[in-house]
């Protein structure tokens, strides 16, 4: 699970990394057509700021979607629709997983004839070897679940220098068997992770550069790689389409046209000129500043794909400061706040994001549309004055911890304002982005409110809750900013993470969302839209309500 600052970093690198809530028309029929009218062929480009891109799977974060998985196949993988979130399918396996021992052993049987681009086969030996590696020091960076959930890992350190893990079995060439600590319900999410990707331990001779050329399983390989400014991609000859459930491989080619500006790349994407018609971008966003000229050119605008929703972002309320510990003071805030102020501040209603009340955002299995806390979208000053009369509260003045960025100072003072008419004072303090993340998850807790927005790593219920609300989440770089510690809460997290079938995982997830927001640690501003330019010639284009990122595996392109 990662904060959207970071996720966007990550996709812009890499992705390249139930129902929509109000969304719009261009959600329900996104900018970028049909598949019918993608053909097979063609160069698709994709323009992003990294001057830097490592397809590495020991190192990546990327999400299921992202251009990793264009050369590097899973275990299971993400198929996207316009209008669901991902939906978990078998990629290099036969199935999702078959589960034994209440939930801690996952079985895994390979598809028969799977190839390397070299011609070599794909076994489970391979899996193992895979997920081995990122354990070891010099190749972090990647996702952490597996690391500590396997049996027997929290000494691990890869194979460089520690063996074998032992809590990963290969019985034949075509199995793969997981031995893990505690049952988890979630863990064939886990497998189409980007560290579950095969790695033959013959192709794995120079591990900090593997990343550069690394044995392709995908329908693509790298054909040339300039750091800083040109990743290609070409068909991998062995590919099966026929095997592969998630990837179309339409493009004879994928490029990446690295280290560009933010601006430059809009720019280009408005023009759309050239090769740029066969271009997109999967990272950049479309700012606030250039809102009206893609909406005043119907041409232009009809090339935007949007998110239905997105990355949830809230008003973390510190619990464990005495100006807030009491539930009523931050009952009285959760009517108080201006979200519709803070959605301006974002974009609108149409690239903003619509108004948050929730803490599972909507395309996420267990979202349930409530609102605890009903109020008008610019608050209602007067139930907080009234709620904080009765808690005996006068005076209140708070200090909110802020990113100092024209869009965190704009957000920030969207809240301060909206407090104020409640007669809530608030001193906004401006941190730069990596201080404040100090400052956020530390042990101090020095702040009584704070900014941030969260985007689960994969579509699970999970990634919505237990990183903020755990109690185990707070401090020492936990993002538990909140603060929020409830025993009851503690031990229905633990149950929802331990239940394998996924009907009852939701249901589970749902009765949380509601039972923490009872206790008000946080308020929910907006569900986050993420908005990407693409050409005119870019077929298939389309963000889905999670991930809110277009879903790279499928793009295709028109003559």
């Not at 929509?20 to 992003?48: M, R, V, W, Y």
């Not at 090769?275 to 009809?302: E, H, Q, R, W, Y």
């Not at 008008?376 to 509260?393: F, I, R, S, T, W």
Request: glycine fraction near 8%; charge should be neutral.
């Amino acid at each position: 699970m990662k904060r959207t600052t970071r996720a966007f970093a990550v996709a812009a690198a890499l992705a390249l990394a139930a129902t929509a809530c109000n969304a719009n028309d261009k959600s329900a029929t996104p900018g970028g057509g049909s598949t019918a009218a993608a053909e097979q062929g063609g160069t698709f480009h994709i323009l992003t700021t990294s001057k830097e891109l490592s397809l590495d799977p020991a190192k990546s974060q990327s999400l299921g979607i992202s251009a990793i998985h264009l050369v590097l196949r899973g275990l299971t993988s993400w198929k996207t629709t316009p209008d669901k979130a991902a939906e978990l399918v078998p990629d290099l396996a036969t199935d999702t997983g078959q589960v034994s021992d209440g939930g801690k052993t996952w079985t895994f049987k390979l598809k028969p004839g799977l190839k390397y681009a070299d011609g070599s086969p794909i076994v489970a030996a391979d899996i193992k070897y895979g997920v081995e590696r990122s354990f070891a020091p010099e190749l972090s960076g990647g996702l952490n679940y597996h690391k500590t959930l396997l049996a027997g890992a929290e000494k691990y350190t890869g194979p460089y220098k520690g063996g074998e893990l032992a809590s990963i079995e290969t019985p034949d060439d075509a199995t793969v068997v997981f031995k893990l600590n505690k049952a988890f319900g979630d863990w064939p999410w886990i497998v189409s992770m980007p560290a579950f990707a095969p790695v033959p331990k013959k192709a794995d001779t120079d591990p900090a550069h593997y990343g550069e050329k690394p044995a392709a399983s995908g329908p693509y390989q790298v054909k040339s790689y300039s750091p800083g400014s040109k990743l290609e991609l070409e068909r991998n000859p062995s590919w099966d389409k026929a095997s592969d459930p998630a990837r179309t491989g339409l493009p004879d080619a994928v490029v990446y046209d690295m280290g560009l500006q933010a601006d430059v790349i809009n720019q280009r994407l408005i023009a759309d000129a050239g090769d740029d018609k066969f271009a997109a971008t999967t990272g950049t966003s479309v700012p606030a500043a250039l809102i009206p000229t893609v909406t005043g050119n119907p041409a232009v605008k009809a090339r935007v794909a949007t998110s239905p929703s997105g990355a949830l972002e809230y008003l973390a309320m510190n619990n464990k400061r005495p100006a807030l510990s009491n539930p009523a003071v931050r009952k009285a805030i959760e009517y108080a706040v201006d979200k519709q102020a803070v959605q301006v501040a974002e974009g609108g209603p149409e690239f903003g994001g619509e108004i948050a009340t929730t803490l599972i955002t909507p395309g996420i299995d267990g979202y349930t549309k409530y609102d605890l806390y009903q109020a008008p979208p610019n608050g209602d000053p007067e139930k907080a004055k009234q709620l904080l009369a009765a808690a005996g509260v006068s005076n209140l003045s708070l200090v909110l911890a802020a990113d100092n960025s024209p869009g965190g100072l704009s957000v920030a003072q969207a809240i301060q304002q909206g407090l104020k008419k409640a007669g809530i004072s608030v001193t906004i303090k401006p941190y730069d982005s990596d201080a404040l993340t100090e400052v956020q998850t530390g042990p101090k807790g020095d702040y009584d409110l704070t900014v941030s927005s969260w985007l689960p790593d994969y579509p699970s219920a999970l990634g919505n809750i237990q990183p903020l609300f755990a109690s185990s989440e707070i401090g020492n770089g936990g993002y538990n900013m909140s603060r929020y510690s409830n025993p009851a809460v503690d031990a229905a997290i633990n149950a929802a993470t331990a239940e394998t079938d996924r009907t009852k995982a939701a249901a589970a997830w749902g009765a949380i969302d509601q039972q923490i927001m009872k206790d008000a640690p946080l308020v929910p501003l907006i569900y986050a839209r993420n908005a990407f330019l693409h050409g005119s010639k870019v077929q298939n284009f389309y963000l889905p309500p999670y991930p809110p990122y277009p879903n790279t595996l499928i793009v295709g392109l028109s003559k």
